[in-house]
């Protein structure tokens, strides 16, 4: 017998449990409603993901045990709708303290539990929250066997052929994977082996949206036993499936083509989830407009364009603040680019500022020459007054640092670092130019066309805090640097490594340094949009005060 499925790519909010089971209530009913004999949800879809120290609390998951018996009591009476989501779940009973957690996937149908399976394969990060299952529970769907495989078990061969022997004709597949930029071929690759390897139609569901900066891409995947691609959902828009599988096994006509299936990572793609990072933090955080410092570079004027495509013109200002060292070209900049994007955009000098703090500190700087310190002062004017219009008006801050510059430490902290939230922290320099020479060929939110001046993204980059100053002055040239940090962070490779690829030992080794001595810089950053396997704020974990330096040649030790 042939029926119809739905999937639910769900944006849940973290621990808003009453509002994520509304949702997966309202989608039964649709989709029950649309003829449906079975709705799948991503996984871990009742509570929001990643809840980190939430798990820890046994009344958080008493809490998200008691929201699937709501849904379940509410949708009582949509007979012989199966529905499929994802919670954590103690795995064994008791009260507090808590027993260990796993991540947990029930199946419902007609107002009770029906099956329940318990993700198995954890990586490092997520052992410290769950404890691993050991059960993949089959559910019958209109005489078809189905088995439910959370997170990423069906990479698993073993699980795979063990459900294949208790006879599943149906591999769901539920998750909640992060976008990674580049990574969704991988994705849909590991899919399909899945599925060749069962020999079984595979329907893949993952989450959507973002949480504290980690996003969900949604991208619903129908695969047939071969692994090819039946149908496929459009990335980022919460889009469902509602495929067909026939009595053969195999999924009929579907209501998005097969030609709509994932390619490559595109800078659309990347931009879609800077937007939707921002977006969801925003909101989910109850937050409704943003302000930016505008200096006429390159930086602030994407992060301008990322908040007016993620937020709309009308919840976005912005602050010009030239200083003695900012060229006329720079203000001139900064102006244009509100113009074109129609956001507000005010101005302080902070020349006088500068002066007070300056004569302010005379006495006390007697018989020195000006250097960093006088630099610094400049940032940390712009940062106090961006935080005042914050408080006054209630305005998130959007910090513009790139992650090249976080990595190397190329920032004032109390000064540029000063925000709520770094939209682009995961975003290296060359991707930023990039990303601005696409966003200005491409309006996909219909927001602003050919928002950056040419200038901006002509001009070599500079702080603008002394005289003549270049980023080059203190930085290698971002091709290089972005190369050196991309091989090293994203790709694992020592500082020997680096070298042997061809890169200057001595550039190498200063960029090493750099890297490791800006620790303390990132640890007080703001959070911003993970788009990387290798994020500052989520991914690296580097101590403080240590005395190891890797790149040093170990005839020192003797």
């Not at 499925?5 to 649709?30: C, S």
């Not at 989830?273 to 407009?289: C, E, F, S, T, W």
């Not at 720079?330 to 500022?353: K, N, Q």
Request: glycine letters at 10%; proline letters at 6%.
């Amino acid at each position: 017998m042939a029926f119809r499925i739905n999937t639910f790519q769900l944006n849940a909010t973290l621990g808003d449990l009453p509002g994520n089971a509304r949702k997966i209530v309202e989608a039964a009913r649709a989709a029950h409603a649309g003829g449906a004999r079975l709705l799948v949800t991503p996984e871990l879809g009742v509570s929001g993901s990643p809840a980190l120290d939430l798990l820890r609390q046994p009344d958080f998951v008493t809490a998200c045990e008691a929201a699937v018996r709501h849904v379940a009591a509410k949708t009582a009476d949509l007979q012989d709708l199966a529905i499929v989501l994802g919670h954590p779940a103690r795995l064994q009973a008791g009260p507090p303290p808590a027993q260990p957690v796993a991540s947990a996937v029930s199946v419902l149908r007609n107002g009770k539990i029906m099956a329940s399976t318990t993700r198995q394969h954890l990586d490092a990060g997520e052992r410290y929250y769950f404890a691993a299952g050991s059960r993949t529970g089959l559910f019958d769907v209109a005489g078809v066997p189905c088995a439910v495989l959370p997170g990423n078990d069906c990479d698993d061969g073993a699980l795979l052929d063990a459900a294949v022997a208790a006879g599943a004709g149906l591999l769901l597949v539920v998750a909640a994977a992060p976008f990674s930029h580049g990574a969704t071929t991988s994705r849909q690759d590991r899919l399909a082996a899945a599925a060749r390897r069962a020999g079984r139609p595979l329907l893949y569901v993952n989450a959507l949206g973002a949480q504290d900066g980690v996003v969900f891409d949604g991208a619903a995947l129908a695969l047939q036993p071969d692994g090819a691609v039946a149908a496929a959902a459009a990335r980022w828009t919460g889009q469902s499936l509602a495929p067909v599988l026939a009595q053969d096994g195999r999924w009929q006509a579907a209501s998005t083509p097969a030609a709509a299936a994932h390619g490559p990572d595109t800078d659309a793609d990347l931009w879609q989830a800077l937007v939707l990072g921002l977006r969801d933090y925003m909101g989910k955080n109850g937050l409704a407009q943003a302000a930016v410092g505008l200096s006429g570079g390159l930086d602030s004027a994407l992060v301008l364009t990322l908040a007016v495509d993620a937020l709309g013109p009308d919840n976005v200002r912005t602050l010009a603040m030239p200083g003695p060292f900012t060229a006329d070209m720079s203000t001139a900049d900064a102006h244009e680019m509100a113009r074109r994007v129609r956001v507000r955009c005010d101005e302080v000098a902070i020349g006088p500022l500068f002066d007070g703090f300056r004569t302010a500190l005379a006495p006390l700087f007697a018989g020195r020459a000006e250097d960093t310190t006088e630099e610094n002062l400049q940032a940390r004017i712009r940062g106090s007054l961006l935080m005042a219009l914050s408080n006054k008006f209630g305005h998130m801050v959007l910090v513009t640092g790139n992650k090249s510059e976080e990595a190397v430490g190329y920032s004032t902290l109390y000064g540029d670092t000063c925000g709520g939230y770094a939209p682009i922290s995961d975003v290296y320099k060359t991707d930023v130019f990039r990303l601005a020479r696409w966003r200005n060929r491409n309006d996909p939110f219909a927001r602003a066309s050919n928002p950056i001046p040419q200038r901006i993204i002509d001009r070599p980059p500079s702080a603008e805090l002394r005289a003549g100053q270049l980023d080059t002055d203190s930085l290698p040239p971002y091709d290089v640097l972005d190369a050196i940090l991309a091989g090293h962070l994203e790709g694992g490779q020592s500082a020997p490594e680096l070298v042997v690829r061809g890169f200057d030992a001595a550039t190498v080794a200063r960029v090493m340094r750099l890297l490791r001595t800006s620790e303390y810089k990132r640890r007080q950053a703001a959070p911003g949009t993970r788009v990387s396997h290798c994020s500052f704020d989520r991914d690296r974990r580097w101590p403080l005060s240590h005395g190891y330096v890797p790149e040093l040649p170990m005839q020192t030790l003797h």
